[in-house]
């Protein structure tokens, strides 16, 4: 492609994303990829963070590709912001390059539509929602009141509390020298002493769950009026905030804020449920972004996925190899492993104690916030570390340079495999990442594949590693040394969590016990706990119901086991794992129904996002 040909194409570009943008609100570069198919597929495998500017010399499709691309901004002095929040930007983050996300949204400004935004995980979306989101608060918000910083001008909503942390953290940088206030509203922590700070400081900036914002919206007179200079609002991770059932709470915030707002909700998925309260919740005529490309896997490109499907005798001794082989190659890596339940991950990381020379981590619900906030903080800095941890790290939260991640079990869907995988490869780095799957969740890869996932290659030498006689001797020593009681309690979440997943589960219910039973015998119990025949029927086990029968969540998951013979202290009462049961109705590839959308339905109106169905 010769500098010629690009001039006499530029002109030509321009004026077709001119029309298109007076036209329809689609923007500029939809409507040259459109012109020019050819190019789409260097644009398709453009990865979220900006590389090099292109030289112009350097002409060849990629080159004009990365031209034409450069039709928005790619740098953050490009595009005109309050000087408080360039000057952040340049001396306290640090950034000069904006990711994909950052550059689509902040292109749009100055803007008050409301915004569905579709980036993949580790893209930089956090800034890409706190910078417009700043700029409307300052245009938006009469002087006086911005002043006297007795309201809340922005509202940001998250799933969890670590993600809210988190955001919290983004949000004080980048509004230090606006010298506005940020508060972070989540449960675990003293409400007294948050409703204190709100009273005696700025407000400005709100972050918070949606459990304790709905909590202090229904009881604290203040806060309620304090929401009513609420300018933006955001629901980040706005796909997971259903997914835990937080619609109501949502609803409730939502009710709560005046209606004249803007409204951004951002996601790495996009399920059927987000739809439904994007309708009731954004303006009819909110943009929609996706800068994900149809043709793309919704997980980074730069993080090399793999799969395995082995045995329980099998699946700790690889777990072990795959770890080991990874601090060889990366001893100051940070590893992730995911457990579906919070038990599990207390057993594993209870193991790994004895097994791994990593410093080790582990993360749950069952741990206090002010456990939670240290762990994660720890870990945050640390390196040459592991992590097990449940649910609670899957979306959202930002650890610098996790270099693998490993999900043993299935995940609760398909989302949220993209979601954990996503704490690596983060901010355009490199990133491993393998599930760990037994015969019994073989079913689950079925959907799984327009991922791209390949076979792991330890996994293929596994008959090896189970005859390494001194590796065996330490796993029969770590095991050896676990509480038969964490062992009866990882059993019976398990039960829990796999009678909850006959959604993916192709075998009969019967192999879940079975299955269950191996689990625990393989990781140390000497011998599986007896379950009772009643309840057995109870939870749909019983051979002549349904193999496929309801979930075992709403049948109070308490009572019918007990000891199989002095391994485990009697029975437990009540012992429903919660943290893995909430998500345990939901279904499988809602959110990627639509990839048989071209680039050009990546930006545009609200009705491009409502007819992707
Ligand atoms: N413009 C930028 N230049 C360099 N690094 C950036 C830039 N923007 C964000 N980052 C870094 O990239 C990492 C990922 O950012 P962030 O957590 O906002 O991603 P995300 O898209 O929200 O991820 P997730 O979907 O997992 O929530 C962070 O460490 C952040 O500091």
């Known amino acids: ?14 004026s077709a994303s001119l029309r298109a943008s007076t ?9 040259t990829v459109n012109a020019f198919p050819a190019l789409t597929s260097h644009l398709q495998r453009t990865v979220g963070f900006h590389t090099q500017p292109i030289r112009l010399q350097a002409v060849n499709q990629e080159a004009l590709s990365e031209q034409i ?72 918000t009469d002087p006086k009141t911005l002043r006297r910083g007795e309201m809340a001008t922005c509202l940001i909503v998250s799933p ?13 940088k980048l509004a230090k020298l606006h010298k506005f206030n940020v508060h972070c509203l989540v449960g675990g922590e003293s409400k007294s002493q948050q409703i204190r700070q709100l009273n005696s400081k700025r407000v400005d900036i709100v972050v918070g769950t949606p459990g304790r914002l709905n909590d202090m919206i229904e009881s604290v007179r203040e806060f309620r009026s304090q929401l009513e200079g609420v300018k933006v609002l955001i629901l980040d ?12 709470s949502i609803e409730n915030i939502v009710d709560a804020l005046p209606k004249e707002r803007q409204t951004l909700f951002f996601s790495a998925t996009v399920s059927s449920q987000i739809k439904s309260i994007a309708r009731t919740s954004l303006k009819p005529n909110f943009t929609f972004i996706d800068t994900v490309d149809p043709n793309e896997a919704n997980t980074n490109l730069q993080v090399n996925q793999s799969y395995c499907v082995t045995s329980y005798e099998q699946q700790l001794p690889l777990l072990h190899h795959i770890i080991e082989d990874h601090k060889r190659k990366n001893p100051h890596g940070k590893v992730m492993v995911f457990l579906p339940t919070t038990r599990g991950t207390q057993l594993y990381a209870s193991l790994f104690e004895e097994l791994t020379s990593y410093r080790l981590f582990s993360l749950h619900s069952k741990k206090s916030q002010e456990q939670r906030t240290k762990t994660s903080d720890r870990f945050r800095k640390s390196r040459g570390s592991i992590m097990f941890t449940s649910d609670v790290s899957a979306r959202g939260v930002d650890y610098p340079d996790v270099s693998l991640v490993v999900q043993v079990g299935i995940p609760s869907s398909k ?33 799984m594949s327009d991922l791209p996932l390949t076979q792991n290659e330890i996994a293929k030498n596994v008959d090896e590693i189970m005859n390494d006689t001194s590796l065996m001797a330490k796993l029969t020593a770590a095991k050896q040394a676990q509480d038969p009681d ?67 969540r709403d049948r109070g998951f308490s009572g019918g086991f007990s000891r199989g013979r002095d391994n485990f202290a009697g029975n437990r009462g009540n012992f429903r794992d919660r943290s893995s049961s909430r998500y345990s109705e939901r279904s499988f590839g809602r959110g990627d129904r ?10 545009g109106s609200s009705d491009r996002f409502f007819s992707r169905d």
Request: glycine share 6%; charged share 25%.
């Open 160 to 172: 969890t509390r670590e993600l809210a942390q988190q955001i919290a953290e983004e949000a004080r």
């Open 486 to 552: 964490m062992l009866y309690d990882a059993f019976t979440a398990y039960l829990g969590y796999y009678t909850g997943r006959t959604d993916v589960l192709t075998c009969p219910k019967r192999d879940i016990l079975e299955s269950a039973k191996q689990y625990v015998v393989h990781l140390g119990a000497d011998e599986p706990p007896h379950v009772s025949e009643a309840f057995l029927t109870k939870l749909g086990f019983n051979s002549r119901t349904s193999s496929r029968g309801g979930s075992s």
């Open 415 to 447: 989302e949220q495999y993209i979601h954990r995988v996503g704490r690596t490869g983060r901010a355009g780095k490199t990133g491993e990442g393998v599930l760990m799957v037994t015969h019994m969740e073989k079913s689950f890869l079925d959907h």
């Open 237 to 248: 991770e706005a796909d997971q905030l259903l997914d835990m059932g937080f619609k109501d």
């Open 69 to 140: 691309e450069g039709q928005l901004p790619t740098r953050f002095d490009e595009v005109s912001l309050h000087p408080n929040t360039t000057k952040a930007i340049k001396t306290i983050f640090k950034y000069e390059t904006m990711s994909k996300v950052q550059s689509e949204v902040l292109s749009l400004l100055p803007t008050d539509t409301d915004m569905f935004v579709k980036a993949k995980t580790g893209t930089g979306k956090t800034l890409a929602f706190l910078i417009p989101a700043l700029e409307t608060v300052l245009a938006k």
């Open 1 to 14: 492609m010769s500098i010629r040909l690009l001039s006499i194409l530029r002109p030509a570009l321009r």
């Open 594 to 603: 639509n990839s048989s959308y071209g680039r050009n339905d990546r930006r």
């Open 23 to 31: 036209a329809t609100r689609v923007l500029p570069r939809t409507a």
